[in-house]
């Protein structure tokens, strides 16, 4: 699948979604689209077990929404085009399969909101700066970021967890390259993919809930994953002490 702002290629259980539209990879409602489409073909897809996000070219992941653009419409295309985005992360937030975003460049504005839908974030080392305030550092830290309109270099977006990872690599390329080889760890044979989606379920719905809504919809969750395939192919890997074969089913 192939757009005119996003690309999308599967290859060996991982789907990598492109934001294309250099230099900066802003988002209009356009990109948002794509991206949409992109997400929604990866949730049906079952090849697709683990989902990379990448930004063209070597300075941009994503510089946040387009400013020519926003300059140009009017208030209610405005409001109606932060709703659809908002929808359009949600709904990348909320796909249970792992979703890891690879920071090649710069990423701000709401190219960090986009980031932060990821559940893991690998930055390339000297690649570009983060800035934007995120849940993720609490309420203090984010109220910093916002009013100073501050960017951080990626070893302080490290240390605020921001990103999981700070990779070094020569060049955008051989950066994705090494995070779509880290993303394979996470699909069949070698682990229950199946898993890794609930988990992320578990954890991206569940952190919203009442305590008692939540460990209600951890056991449906678990009561889902014992009746996989693959939640017996584990037992009986384990009881048999030999590695497991994982099949997604």
């Given at each position: 699948?192939q757009t ?18 250099p ?14 489409a ?15 996000l990448?930004?063209?070219?070597e ?5 946040g ?8 419409v ?6 109606y085009?932060?709703l ?10 909320q ?5 890891i975003?690879?920071l ?8 960090l ?7 893991l974030?690998?930055?390339?080392a ?9 849940r ?9 970021m ?10 302080r ?14 060049d ?12 394979r ?10 898993a ?20 209600a ?7 889902e994953?014992?009746?996989s395939?693959?939640?017996?192919e584990g ?15």
């Amino acid at each position: 699948m192939q757009t005119d702002l996003v690309d999308y290629v599967v290859s060996e259980g991982v789907a990598t979604i492109t934001l294309n539209d250099p230099p900066m990879n802003a988002y209009t409602h356009e990109m948002m689209k794509d991206l949409d489409a992109a997400i929604v073909e990866a949730r049906f897809d079952n090849e697709v077990h683990v989902i990379v996000l990448v930004g063209h070219g070597e300075k941009f992941f994503c510089a946040g929404a387009n400013v020519r653009m926003l300059s140009e419409v009017d208030t209610t295309y405005k409001y109606y085009f932060c709703l659809h985005a908002n929808e359009t992360i949600s709904r990348l937030e909320q796909t249970p399969k792992l979703v890891i975003g690879a920071l090649n460049g710069h990423c701000v504005g709401g190219g960090l909101e986009i980031a932060l839908a990821c559940d893991l974030r690998i930055a390339r080392a000297g690649a570009g700066k983060i800035g934007l305030p995120a849940r993720l550092v609490g309420k203090s830290i984010a109220i910093q970021m916002m009013v100073e309109g501050a960017t951080y270099e990626l070893d302080r977006a490290l240390e605020m967890g921001l990103v999981n990872y700070v990779w070094e690599a020569d060049d955008r390329d051989a950066f994705l390259a090494r995070v779509q080889e880290y993303a394979r760890q996470f699909t069949p044979p070698n682990k229950a993919s199946l898993a890794v989606g609930r988990i992320k379920r578990a954890v991206q719905t569940g952190a919203e809930l009442p305590l008692e809504y939540g460990l209600a919809f951890e056991r449906e969750l678990q009561a889902e994953l014992f009746g996989s395939a693959d939640a017996t192919e584990g037992l009986a890997a384990y009881v048999g002490k030999r590695k497991p074969e994982f099949s997604a089913r």
